[in-house]
């Protein structure tokens, strides 16, 4: 099974960028559907269709297909480089509702219910993501 890695976020004001990355390891990186989801702690916490995470955008299994929420649509951009079996979120323009804690998840084989976090299969330690006004 694969285990996922990530590195980036951080602290910062709004309308600047980050580029937060999820390293695969233990399988290949070819039998994954990748996905971004992003989720409130504390008093903060929300609730979403599938749990505590929302959707934020997702790479299908097969056939390429790029998926985003609508509140990052435009905004955000994912990428992956499949020599280094990493998938990355470009953070553009980043708001003070962007603040949460982001996670990369991998889903065996999957190209439906991408939006739903209970269909993935492993997911990254999760990496905080703050946004002053």
């Known amino acids: 099974q694969v285990k996922l890695l990530q590195a980036g976020g951080g602290l910062v004001q709004a309308g600047a960028t980050l580029k937060p990355s999820c390293q695969g390891t233990g399988d290949k990186f070819s039998n994954y559907a990748r996905g971004w989801f992003r989720q409130w702690a504390g008093g903060e916490r929300r609730n979403f269709a599938g749990?505590?995470?929302?959707?934020?955008?997702?790479?299908?299994?097969?056939?390429?297909?790029?998926y985003y929420a609508e509140s990052v649509r435009g905004r955000f951009t994912m990428s992956r480089d499949h020599a280094k079996n990493t998938v990355y979120l470009q953070m553009n323009n980043l708001r003070p509702e962007d603040t949460a804690v982001y996670y990369c998840?991998?889903?065996?084989?999957?190209?439906?219910?991408?939006?739903?976090?209970?269909?993935?299969?492993?997911w990254g330690q999760g990496t905080q993501v703050t946004v002053s006004s």
């Open positions: 749990g505590e995470r929302q959707f934020v955008g997702a790479f299908s299994w097969s056939g390429g297909n790029v």
């Open positions: 998840g991998a889903a065996y084989k999957a190209d439906y219910g991408l939006n739903y976090a209970a269909n993935y299969d492993a």
